[in-house]
């Protein structure tokens, strides 16, 4: 008994540097963050003096002007990328997935190819894509539209990230973006979904093929079921990534014309570096912590679950 | 251990004991010595080697000093004013740092009460009629001067391709009616009639500016930095109805671009014109073009008479660690010497009027000749007209303005952030 005690005590000490680390740097600035977004710091100088939701009211209050009118922007933004960029890398990848578990020849340089743009910073990513898709003019196309019209394709040019027009609240714009993120991430989701059909044993699937399941019918009732948990790893790793995204769309467009492209992470940049609103900058990170908790805590609260019936 | 302590010690009354000698030093013929930093964002081309001209004077003329060049790479400046923001907030100042010249300076660091007054430095030196009244008025604020500029930067400046212009009977516009015209002729022989690159918004700024400059005229420009001339007022509505028939003249990818990428497509003779500051000499200069031969330039439409500044000063924050050294290092930057060794390395003129004409090119005398004569106003979208905070709305209000063009919307919104800078009621 006083032994088991004792190794807990010792399991504790060692883990107790890290603890204090992450609880001051983490939780800690999490928490500054909070008291700051609520504070009336508005100049490169700290000011604590209390300023109530003020920060959040601008936010949101249509009548306040600019910054609402982007904020919503900015929130529509956020959505329609986050479910488009989930979409594509989960269903892309699974198909990729799927084609590599055939056995085909050159497994290895396939995957690698596909995998390879993980490997990239995003801000690579976003300079390179940003010439890959910039529009040109109808006489000097450039970036894609050049091809389409060498390809005699006119039809299909278009002005890309730089295009103001959408449906509804959704930015055409947009597309450029989530393709280059989808580009660089659905290597990822390959991956996990090449490893988890790796994983189904080849008697399950022989065992269906006896009891007369068709292929198709094998992937519907069998291997899917036994990837969801990897399909929800994935939407949690990739969600969080989508709502907090900065790097790939501030080189690749910045927040773009009318804003089209823009998403918190940009705005609370721009406010807090190059505006000093250190106090509305912390308010939207406060409103991104928020968003992210919204996808993560339900995640851990249903992995915690299951460790504990284990 | 103790040893270790009582080095420790030495050390410490050897340092006080340093800095008690140089804070009560005679201040004339003091030697200087110690460790100097000076912090900018300078890190290549042009203006990093005009800032060794610089360090190199210094050099000469207090040879004990170990000069530190802190600089941080990136951004123009983003990254290095975040750094800046960080040691001052934690009181950790260089001993002098690179900053725009005006409102940048004055609303972020004069305000926050971190900074040290330098009139003394201009008077002590007989600046005060070395240097024209309209760029005192911009360094000053509650009648004292608060950084010393290096160079000036002019924004409004309309440049234009030479063959393109000779081509189709096109000649330099001097007002809005003239540019339009020429717009018009340009366009219908299937050229770009204004090229603009505004990806990161700011060259669009830059444009409007000129525009509110071109209608207002230099005093109530002025007055919209102070709060005497009205936001909501029909000159604005001009201004912003202006800037909008212009965006039906500029390359329909303009949001991609960048300025140089704007500025290649005029040495290409794909666009006739583009309004831009004088860097873009420099850039036209660097791919072989010359002044007068490819590419010409006019001040932008309805601004001949004003000269739109910018400029990179140099100022003295409170708790500088080498206070002396870095008076040393103004009266460099300030001098005569100084700014004829950083100007012409760096593509700009020099603050004072006094420059050495023979050391500067054909553009850079004739904007010699402007400075001195022309009336001088500060520019909005490179931090000398309005606080960062202010510049920062208005940028934002130009995003939407730039593609829905509702001239009523982005007036209030900019009457608003007029409003929120505390400078309009």
């Known amino acids: ?310 | 251990m103790t040893k270790k302590r009582v080095l420790f010690g030495m050390v410490a009354v050897l340092l006080v004991a340093a800095m008690l000698l140089t804070a009560c030093g005679k201040p004339k013929e003091a030697k200087l010595g110690g460790k100097l930093e000076i912090f900018s964002w300078w890190t290549a081309g042009g203006e990093a080697e005009g800032l060794n001209a610089m360090f190199k004077i210094y050099a000469a003329k207090h040879p004990d000093v170990e000069i530190i060049n802190a600089t941080v790479a990136g951004g123009a400046g983003m990254n290095a004013k975040a750094v800046l923001a960080t040691r001052m907030q934690a009181n950790d100042p260089p001993d002098s740092f690179q900053v725009h010249a005006g409102h940048e300076l004055i609303d972020s660091w004069v305000k926050a009460e971190k900074m040290e007054p330098i009139t003394f430095i201009f008077k002590d030196n007989g600046w005060m009629g070395k240097y024209p009244q309209g760029v005192i008025d911009v360094l000053s604020y509650k009648g004292e001067i608060w950084s010393v500029p290096v160079n000036i930067h002019r924004a409004n400046i309309l440049w234009y391709n030479k063959q393109v212009f000779t081509a189709n009977g096109v000649t330099p516009p001097n007002s809005f009616d003239e540019f339009f015209a020429a717009a018009d002729k340009l366009k219908a022989a299937g050229i770009t009639p204004l090229a603009l690159g505004d990806n990161g918004i700011w060259a669009s700024v830059h444009l409007f500016e000129t525009v509110l400059i071109g209608t207002l005229g230099p005093d109530k420009y002025r007055g919209l930095w102070n709060g005497t001339t009205d936001w909501n007022g029909a000159e604005v509505k001009a201004a912003l109805e202006t800037f909008a028939r212009m965006m039906q003249y500029v390359n329909e990818d303009h949001a991609a671009l960048s300025w140089d990428q704007a500025a290649k497509l005029v040495a290409d003779g794909r666009a006739g014109m583009t309004i831009m500051g004088d860097w873009a000499e420099g850039w036209f200069k660097s791919i072989g073009q010359k002044p007068n031969v490819e590419f010409g330039w006019v001040p932008a439409p309805g601004t001949k008479g004003t000269f739109d500044m910018l400029s990179d000063s140099f100022g003295l924050p409170k708790g500088a660690p080498n206070r002396a050294a870095a008076i040393a290092w103004l009266v460099v930057c300030g001098s005569k010497e100084g700014q004829d060794a950083f100007n012409p390395l760096k593509g700009s003129i020099p603050a004072r009027t006094d420059g050495d004409r023979a050391l500067y090119d054909e553009y850079l005398k004739s904007a010699m000749d402007d400075f001195a004569s022309n009336q001088i106003v500060p520019s909005l979208a490179h931090g000398a007209a309005a606080s960062e905070g202010w510049s920062t709305a208005v940028s934002n209000a130009m995003t939407l303005f730039v593609s829905d063009l509702n001239v009523a919307a982005a007036q209030s919104a900019m009457a608003k952030a007029c409003v929120d800078a505390g400078v309009c009621k």
């Not at chain 1, 700290?46 to 920060?55: K, M």
């Not at chain 1, 979409?87 to 340089?109: N, Y």
């Not at chain 1, 790793?237 to 940009?266: C, E, N, Q, W």
């Open chain 1, 1 to 310: 008994m006083s032994h088991v005690r004792r190794e807990r005590w010792i399991a504790f000490f060692i883990l107790l540097p890290s603890i204090l680390l992450i609880a001051l740097f983490v939780y800690g600035f999490i928490a500054w963050t909070g008291v700051v977004s609520l504070s009336q710091w508005d100049t490169v100088m700290p000011d604590y003096r209390w300023a109530g939701l003020e920060n959040f009211r601008r936010l949101f209050e249509q009548a306040q002007g600019v910054a609402a009118r982007r904020f919503a922007i900015d929130l529509w933004n956020t959505l329609f990328f986050t479910i488009l960029f989930l979409l594509l890398c989960v269903g892309v990848g699974l198909l990729l997935a799927i084609l590599l578990d055939q056995k085909v020849k050159g497994e290895g340089v396939f995957r690698t190819i596909y995998l390879f743009p993980m490997a990239l910073s995003f801000v690579v990513t976003g300079v390179v894509w940003q010439w890959i898709f910039a529009p040109g003019t109808a006489n000097y196309p450039r970036g894609v539209n050049a091809l389409l019209h060498g390809l005699g394709l006119d039809a299909l040019r278009w002005k890309w990230y730089t295009d103001t027009s959408g449906i509804g609240p959704f930015h055409k714009a947009l597309i450029p973006v989530i393709l280059a993120a989808a580009w660089q991430l659905i290597g990822y989701t390959m991956a996990m979904y090449l490893a988890g059909l790796r994983g189904i044993p080849e008697e399950l699937r022989e065992a269906a093929r006896v009891d007369g399941a068709s292929e198709v019918g094998i992937y519907r009732h069998i291997v899917m079921p036994i990837l969801q948990p990897i399909t929800l790893s994935a939407l949690i790793i990739l969600g969080h990534t989508s709502l907090k995204i900065f790097d790939l769309i501030y080189t690749m467009t910045g927040a773009g014309p009318a804003f089209a492209t823009d998403v918190p992470g940009i705005f609370m940049f721009e406010t807090t570096f190059q505006g000093n609103h250190y106090a509305q900058g912390a308010a939207i990170s406060i409103i991104m912590l928020v968003l992210v908790a919204l996808v993560i805590v339900p995640y851990l609260v249903s992995t915690f679950r299951r460790e504990v019936q284990l």
